[in-house]
């Protein structure tokens, strides 16, 4: 997706600040599961290799109508520089290979942040006009600086340790189309106040997702909240109890919670 990578760039170039989000739904009919795909990504976020998706894997198919939404040259915020503070996941039933997806993506709930301004990327996915996949994922443009008040934190006790290797930025990169030179260039990342490359929050909360393989509902709803960034190469800790759940190194990392739907 170079082209997408290419116009997130030249998102760099300021532009107006209008009141509102555009007006607009963006949609992708039939669209269907590349397996040899499926099961990249599964290697790269830990799953088991199946043909059951994860339910973080349509959030990759619908990137690409995202990106086209967030590197409009319309829209009001430029795409490299924001921060995604959020995602929600509703799975509404399991989800296999064999099924086609109607997807759409649009942007909504512009509000205020002592930071700066949020709003929302709400992307959905249909199988036979049957909504099975639903994802909220909050974004933060910056233009205010930090409260400068360290809030208290207890490590919680993990239950799972892993090494994040430091090419997890690129190989994320390679199975979900966001080249965010953050994530994959230590010019890039340090263009952006970082030393090193971070990892993507969605991998972040895909890992998590795969540790609880198995022990997961056949619909349910995960809400994560992305803390710190993981600079890469990390060792990071997890720990999940009664659906809550933490990633975490010497600062939380993410934060989540899982619901039964």
């Known amino acids: 997706m170079p082209g997408t990578t290419l116009r ?39 799953f088991r290799l199946s043909d059951r998706l994860p339910a973080t894997y349509p959030h990759v198919l619908a990137f690409p109508l995202s990106m086209r939404l967030l590197t409009d040259p319309g829209f009001p915020f ?26 759409t993506v649009q942007a909504v709930n512009l509000r205020p942040h002592d930071r700066g301004r949020q709003f929302d990327v709400v992307a959905s996915a249909r199988v036979d006009g049957e909504t099975v996949w639903e994802s909220v994922s909050t974004y933060l443009s910056r233009s205010g ?26 190989d994320y990169a390679a199975v979900s189309g966001d080249r965010n030179p953050i994530h994959t ?5 340090r263009l952006f106040g970082f030393p090193r490359t971070i990892a993507h929050g969605m991998w972040s909360q895909a890992r998590c997702l795969a540790a609880l393989e198995g022990r997961l509902p056949d619909a349910y709803t995960v809400d994560v909240r992305f803390k710190q960034p993981i600079l890469l ?23 989540g919670h899982i619901t039964p739907a």
């Open 145 to 170: 600086s930090p409260d400068g008040v360290r809030r208290e934190w207890e490590p919680p006790t993990a239950t799972a340790t892993w090494r994040v290797p430091a090419r997890t930025g690129v």
């Open 233 to 255: 190469p990390a060792t990071v800790h997890f720990a999940c109890r009664d659906g809550d759940f933490q990633l975490f190194g010497r600062r939380p990392y993410l934060a």
């Open 78 to 103: 430029p795409a490299i520089g924001l921060v995604h503070v959020a995602n929600a996941i509703t799975l509404h039933r399991p989800l296999t290979a064999g099924l086609r997806f109607d997807l």
């Open 8 to 46: 997130a760039v030249l998102g760099l170039v300021p532009r107006s600040r209008p009141g509102s989000l555009p007006e607009v739904e963006l949609a992708d009919r039939g669209v269907s599961v590349d397996r040899e795909h499926l099961a990249a990504y599964d290697r790269v976020c830990g």
């Open 185 to 189: 260039s230590r010019l890039g990342a």
